[in-house]
């Protein structure tokens, strides 16, 4: 289904490629850091250095960049901070790269209003990921509700965010079946890892207009071959080029080399992701030339060992 007519006409006015008329209204296809947000030694959100990291990324073929995910510490930051970061990398990213922007809350009120103010902030998509603070009452009808009202009311196309590691909750797949049949809903961001649920996806929405993302380099080529528009990669922070890379093979048909390729990247990304978290991502991003630094407490920072085992993560696959 094609999106409600004000985001076209808006996209339009702010220069983006977005075409009108039949066939994908929005082009989710390629790789999407979920970046990191910088803080300063004091913890304050550190805005220079978001803009060198972005000068860093400019050269890497991104489709776009995602702000506020879970790799930023959305929870962490104050709606204030979360729109004035939003503002920030609108100013500094060219017009043909897409800009998503978490606005999930865990009230439907509170999300719908986040939404609109992303979206006045420069957001191109909306990223919502589950409610689940009550999650035992987070039924595939209430999710369904829940996303339906949102995506009613949001002036940007929406892309449903299911990451089960951080909320336990899984958006069920009769819920994403349902909730793909809405116009102004245009994807998901799986990050639970299970090839089966994203095959499934792919083929029973293919019908609509509906594009999967993988939540995670360590299954993005297994969901290029089922069927997959692109990824949403904590490790694209840290080794952009070579999963823009992996995703131009994937797109080619070159599947030996995407593989060899998809090998090296699996032991880097459990690093930065389930093994060390955030912490490992941002100490990860120093040895590569982008400023880390500090997560805001209560995430710690590795330990000295634990410094090690990371790097050796890299450096085992010849990345370092």
């Known amino acids: 289904g094609q999106g409600p007519g004000t985001w076209l006409v808006r996209g339009q006015r702010r220069g983006l490629s977005i075409p009108v008329g039949p066939g994908r209204t929005l082009d989710l296809g390629g790789i999407f850091p979920p970046l990191a947000t910088p803080f300063s030694p004091t913890q304050e959100v550190d805005y220079a250095q ?15 960049l995602v702000v506020l995910g879970s790799n930023g510490e ?4 104050a709606t204030r901070e979360r729109l004035e970061v939003v503002s920030c990398v609108r100013r500094a990213l060219p017009r043909d790269r897409l800009l998503l922007a978490g606005s999930g809350c ?34 595939s009808a209430a999710l369904v509700q829940h996303y339906t009202e949102v995506a009613d009311a949001s002036p940007i196309p929406v892309v449903l965010y299911s990451v089960p590691a951080n909320t336990g909750l899984d958006l069920p797949l009769e819920a994403v079946l349902t909730l793909a ?12 890892g299970d090839i089966t649920r994203m095959g499934l996806m792919v083929h029973k929405t293919r019908q609509e207009d509906f594009q999967v993302l993988a939540g995670s380099a360590g299954f993005l080529m297994a969901s290029y071959a089922l069927g997959a ?6 490790l694209a922070n840290v080794l952009g080029a070579p999963l823009c890379q992996l995703d131009r093979l994937c797109r080619e048909g070159h599947w030996q ?13 459990t690093a930065v992701t389930r093994r060390f978290g955030i912490p490992g991502l941002k100490k990860a991003m120093e040895w590569f030339g982008y400023y880390g630094g500090p997560c805001r407490a209560p995430l710690a920072p590795l330990s000295p060992p634990q410094v090690e085992e990371l790097r050796g993560a890299f450096s085992a696959n010849s990345w370092l």
């Open 257 to 269: 080399e995407a593989r060899d390729l998809q090998h090296r990247l699996i032991e880097p990304n």
């Open 50 to 64: 978001l803009e060198g990291n972005l000068r860093r990324y400019a050269s890497i073929p991104f489709r776009g």
């Open 106 to 139: 865990e009230s439907t009120q509170a999300t719908i209003e986040l939404t609109v103010s992303m979206a006045e902030a420069g957001a191109d998509v909306a990223l919502v990921v589950t409610p689940c603070y009550y999650r035992g009452a987070m039924t």
């Open 181 to 192: 049949q809405h116009p102004n809903i245009v994807g998901i961001k799986d990050s639970g």
């Open 229 to 234: 528009s692109g990824g949403v990669c904590a």
């Open 74 to 77: 959305y929870p962490y930051l």
